[in-house]
């Protein structure tokens, strides 16, 4: 009976550490991530372009490209995003008379992508897009009237894993304006594709104004 | 039948020595009990947020010396991830971003002189959980065998400081959908036979 006590008083003891049960205690502190939407655009320089056709010269040739008609543009952005370029009106309207009207695509542009961000090329983080503008950072395009649609689209996301967004070091861009001077190969190509000089169209002497909208769109 | 009666009481003390505790555990947070990363400028987007020492908890392990059931303890953090998607999950359901984005740090805020916390590296948090820290660096070790709970800590006296971080590269933000995503952050502490 003694020795049967002895190894029951053993057991309790070892059953009472083996069989301890797991304690825990825990808390829980609630996690919020909260992204907010940026998307902004801003027209850094150059943020009114003037050609003065005071001269022969230029009613034959135009108006070549240089430093004082570029526009800055640098633009921020939390996502992906797309940019879409054209005029306000479907033609430049004189201020003298409006009936007096002047092709859009007399104004040329290239861009020149100053960007952080990869761009222009397949498979870059920003791309510009097949058939609209597609070659304006080598040739200059004729301006378009602004549609909102894919007629007017400059710049998309390229799809590239780092994606498009940044800040402004990372997205900008210069577009390098000219008029009347009949740059051939475009992919929306100026003077109507026709070579035709500002003399040969012989338009009335006036102001011929529009604005140019840069839109960006999330995506 | 003297015999059997001996028998009798013999089982009835073992089984209430069965389910005996000889140690109890507790949890505290003292500051930082809410935690909410807000992204509202491109910097925010491209180096991310960081908390430190946002969160601060108490750790209170007692293994009863008389009665050292317990050999181990460890402090736990997960994501709650109610839904079970894996993601932070957007007001709207259909917007997630990883929980990866988000990392912590456990560091020692005072006392807690038996608490490892391996350095204090970040670690991603996830569904999973993670162990922060735990009583492998007890100063009274070389433990006895299998016990590494020879100091037992007191909720006012050891505490850890947790510092959290979200959206820092390579785990930016940068192109998610803007949203409120939310979710609970769970830790636990648990001692161990």
């Known amino acids: 009976m003694k020795k049967t006590l002895i190894a029951a008083c ?16 825990r808390a829980v ?10 998307l902004r655009v801003h027209v850094t320089n150059g943020g009114n372009i003037e050609f003065v056709f005071n001269d022969i010269n230029d009613y034959k040739n135009g108006i070549a490209n240089s430093a004082f008609y570029d526009s800055d543009v640098v633009l921020a952005s939390s996502t992906n995003w797309e940019m879409h370029f054209g005029a306000e009106d479907a033609t430049l309207l004189g201020t003298d008379d409006p009936a007096n009207t002047l092709a859009l695509n007399n104004v040329g542009f290239t861009i ?25 950072t080598a040739t200059a395009n004729g301006l378009v009237q602004y549609t909102g649609g894919a007629a007017d689209l400059l710049f998309t996301d390229g799809g590239n894993v780092a994606g498009s967004g940044g800040d402004i070091t990372d997205n900008a861009f210069t577009i390098h304006w ?42 | 039948m003297p015999f059997k009666k001996n028998i009798f009481y013999i089982l009835l003390l073992s089984s209430s020595s069965l389910f005996s505790q000889g140690g109890s555990i507790r ?62 999950t957007g007001s709207n359901p259909i917007n997630t971003i990883s929980f990866g984005a988000i990392e912590v740090q456990a560091n020692i805020s005072s ?15 996830s569904a999973v959980p993670t162990i922060l820290a735990d009583g492998s660096s007890d100063v009274d070790c070389p433990c006895p065998p299998g016990d590494q709970i020879p100091t037992n800590l007191g909720i006012t006296t050891d505490q850890i400081f947790i510092t959290y971080r979200c959206g820092v590269p390579p785990n930016r933000l940068m192109g998610e959908t803007a949203d409120y995503y ?11 036979p």
Do not use: H
Request: charged share 10%; proline share 4%; aromatic share 10%.
């Open chain 2, 111 to 125: 006392g807690c002189a038996s608490c490892n916390v391996f350095g204090s590296p970040f670690v991603p948090l």
């Open chain 2, 27 to 88: 949890l505290a947070v003292y500051s930082g009990g809410s935690l909410n990363f807000v992204f509202n400028t491109i910097s925010d987007y491209k180096t991310g947020i960081t908390y430190t020492n946002w969160t601060q908890l108490g750790l209170e392990v007692v293994d009863d010396v008389a009665l050292p059931d317990y050999s181990t303890w460890s402090l736990t953090i997960e994501a709650d991830d109610a839904d079970a998607d894996g993601f932070l």
């Open chain 1, 112 to 136: 020149a992508w100053t960007g952080n961000n990869t761009c222009c090329a397949a498979a870059s983080q920003v791309t510009t897009v097949t058939g609209i503008y597609d070659n304006s």
């Open chain 1, 10 to 25: 053993l057991g309790m003891a070892i059953s009472g550490a083996a069989f301890a049960q797991p304690v825990s205690d």
């Open chain 2, 182 to 192: 939310a979710d609970d952050i769970v830790f636990t502490l648990e001692m161990q």
């Open chain 1, 29 to 38: 502190i609630p996690l919020g991530v909260t992204l907010q939407q940026i």
């Open chain 1, 178 to 219: 000219e008029c009347g001077t009949q740059v051939a190969g475009g992919t929306t190509p100026m003077n109507n594709g026709a070579g035709s000089s500002i003399l040969a169209q012989s338009p009335p002497a006036d102001r011929y104004v529009t604005n140019v909208f840069i839109d960006i769109n999330a995506l």
